[in-house]
């Protein structure tokens, strides 16, 4: 059974915008913490955006002011609307689930997630 399912990824020029979304199952939206996570080529998985406990969103500094994490509690679902894209946005993004307290104290850091989607690819060039 699928847990994770990301979608929306693609290929888009600088500035440009793109939507991912996130499916969860009922089970883990309900009783984990959830987050956005992206890992290039080369490089160490890097977190995007959390959703705390309070409805609110923790962004990288990267991530904020440019992209936009929602979620839609009906659907089980998870957003990620990136605008401004840049090359360096390329990567492969990943939403995660985790519990206990380390997805609070330490909130976008890849130790504190233990469920993780398959990913869906983004690529920015001209």
């Known amino acids: 059974q699928v847990q994770l399912a990301e979608s929306g990824g693609g290929s888009v020029q600088p500035g440009g915008s793109l939507n991912l979304s996130c499916q969860a199952s009922?089970?883990?939206?309900?009783?984990?913490?959830m987050a956005w996570f992206r890992q290039a080529p080369g490089k160490e998985r890097e977190g995007v955006a959390n959703?705390?406990?309070?409805?609110?969103?923790r962004y990288a500094s990267f991530a904020q002011g440019r992209f936009i994490a929602s979620r839609d509690n009906t659907k089980n679902t998870l957003f990620l609307r990136m605008n401004n894209l840049k090359p360096e946005d390329t990567a492969m993004y990943y939403c995660?689930?985790?519990?206990?307290?380390?997805?609070?104290?330490?909130?976008?850091?890849?130790?504190?997630?233990?469920?993780w989607g398959q990913g869906t690819q983004v690529a920015v060039s001209s």
């Open positions: 995660a689930a985790g519990s206990g307290s380390d997805t609070w104290l330490f909130p976008l850091a890849t130790k504190s997630y233990n469920i």
């Open positions: 959703f705390d406990a309070y409805g609110g969103v």
């Open positions: 009922e089970h883990i939206y309900s009783s984990h913490s």
